[in-house]
């Protein structure tokens, strides 16, 4: 049997406020396989993004497991953290959080740069990956001369361009009117389709929620359900 691309069990994390801890995630456990759709569903303070973040190593738990591509990553140091950001994942936020003073090809090949990658093949898979997201033409354009839409394409070409097993997206819709947020979910049908890589959301947009094959439901930092398509997981 083929190992999951992602697994955690029993994921906790807590916060401070104040004199209190506020529970971000609870026991959380699930699996996703190679290539999958899948929406973390849920009202707003329902613990998405912290499960998110801590799916894509952005944050460590407090309690559990968590496995990447069969790797227990529970133990490893920052450096390790950050290797596996680099090389298997690809992240989409809702701010977008380009470098303004950068165009979109440098914004799109500042994900290989990091890596260690020739100058010149940074730009040449930062083009491709522009082109493949309907951006070709604007390679040179600035964040601030380019539409909320189009900054978030550039921000999805930046996610694709390392060619991640998988991308995190948090409330990538959140700030789209409903005719760019549908071009944006064809654009992530599309690059699953072509590409074959796996994409986990964190959304309350039903516009999403209704799209994805998979919903996994949080209700106060626990998962409650794990839908999929003609039934329950």
């Known amino acids: 049997m083929t190992a999951p691309l992602l697994s955690a069990s029993g994921l906790g994390r807590t916060y401070a406020a104040g004199e209190e801890r506020v529970v971000g995630v609870r026991d959380a456990t699930l699996a996703l396989g190679a290539g999958e759709l899948a929406v973390l569903a849920g009202p707003s303070g329902s613990g998405k993004s912290t499960l998110l973040n801590l799916l894509g190593l952005l944050d460590r738990p407090d309690a559990g497991r968590l496995e990447l591509l069969g790797e227990d990553v529970s133990g490893l140091d920052d450096r ?59 390679e040179g354009r600035r964040p601030d001369a380019m539409s909320g839409g189009q900054r978030q394409r550039v ?20 700030s789209l009117d409903s005719e760019t947020a549908a071009r944006l979910l ?31 439901r949080l209700v106060d930092g626990r998962i409650t359900a794990d839908e999929r398509a003609g039934g329950a997981a």
């Open 80 to 138: 390790g953290r950050a290797r596996l950001r680099r090389e298997k994942l690809g992240f989409v936020f809702q701010s977008h959080q380009l470098v303004p003073v950068l165009s979109a090809e440098e914004n799109v090949a500042l994900a290989l740069w990091i890596r260690g990658l020739a100058e010149a093949e940074c730009r040449e898979r930062a083009r491709k990956a522009l082109s493949s997201v309907g951006l070709a033409g604007m």
């Open 155 to 174: 921000a999805v070409a930046r996610a694709i361009v390392g060619e991640p097993a998988l991308v995190l997206a948090d409330e990538p819709t959140a």
């Open 186 to 216: 064809e654009l992530f049908d599309a690059l699953h389709a072509e590409k074959g890589i796996a994409f986990l959301f964190s959304s309350h947009d039903p516009r999403i929620v209704e799209r994805v094959p998979r919903r996994i």
